[in-house]
């Protein structure tokens, strides 16, 4: 089986077309499910373990599969089995926050945040301070971004797990995509193709037109769009974010 897991805004469609790549040298399926995940997008509710669980042991062995999971131990032990290649994806958490905004803004008219975004909120620099801050709101759980990424960190400490960077398949696409066969064939997926035409099939998966939240698939796009405020409160709130995942060496940026 193949999951490819990620914090939302991160690369998830990238990552699941390329995984869907490997149907055509291996004997894997698109498990044609939607995404599994952690909160329901249209209400906000956390959704309980046992539910996630239920949702992973729908998958048979061969499907591909993807989803937005906090690094619970049930779901880690999971994902973690031999047999299964994991991926999980990470991003910029600045371009993250700046992806948030037009997503929840202009492209998710049923998320539960839509609302509030586009009638409460007046402007774009509104909105980007809120997907930094979060919002307070007890009986949907928003918290700021640094702590939202918290519960995905764990993914980082497990070597069943590939940690992958969405900027590694702009600046090194061949590099970053046998990272990926690599780990599936290390998992115990049987390639039918040698590793230079497998990794060939991989790439030409890629299609960023057929995202359905694809907007501009670039990186550091944030710098255009923040003002120094922005920068001040993200150093605030999530600058040892960056440095912990190695965008930053300092505040200094």
């Keep these: 089986m193949l ?13 699941t077309q390329v ?15 939607p995404a599994i995940v952690t909160y329901q997008g249209e209400t906000g509710r956390p959704r309980g373990t046992g539910e996630i669980i239920h949702d992973l042991q729908r998958l048979s062995p061969g499907d591909i599969a993807y989803g937005h999971l906090h690094a619970l131990p049930e779901v880690v032990e999971f994902l973690c089995q031999s047999g299964i290649a994991a991926y999980f994806i990470l991003r910029d958490p600045r371009d993250v926050v700046v992806s948030h905004v037009h997503y929840v803004t202009e492209m998710e008219p049923d998320h539960i945040h839509h609302r509030y975004y586009t009638e409460e909120l007046h402007s774009f620099d509104e909105r980007l301070r809120t997907s930094i801050l979060g919002i307070p709101d007890p009986a949907i759980p928003f918290p700021d971004i640094y702590q939202r990424f918290l519960p995905y960190l764990g993914w980082l400490d497990r070597p069943e797990v590939l940690t992958l960077r969405y900027e590694d398949f702009l600046a090194n696409r061949p590099q970053a995509l046998g990272l990926v066969y690599d780990h599936a064939v290390q998992r115990g997926l049987p390639a039918l193709a040698g590793r230079a035409e497998s990794i060939q099939m991989l790439e030409s998966s890629i299609d960023p037109h057929r995202s359905p939240t694809f907007r501009s698939g670039k990186a550091g796009g944030w710098r255009t769009q923040f003002s120094p405020d922005n920068k001040q409160l993200f150093k605030d709130v999530a600058g040892d974010l960056l440095i912990l995942l190695g965008y930053e060496r300092d505040h200094g940026w």
């Design 19 to 33: 995984l869907q790549g490997f149907p055509r040298f291996s004997p894997t399926v698109d498990s044609g499910l």
């Design 3 to 15: 999951f490819a897991n990620s914090f939302p805004k991160s690369g998830t469609h990238l990552l």
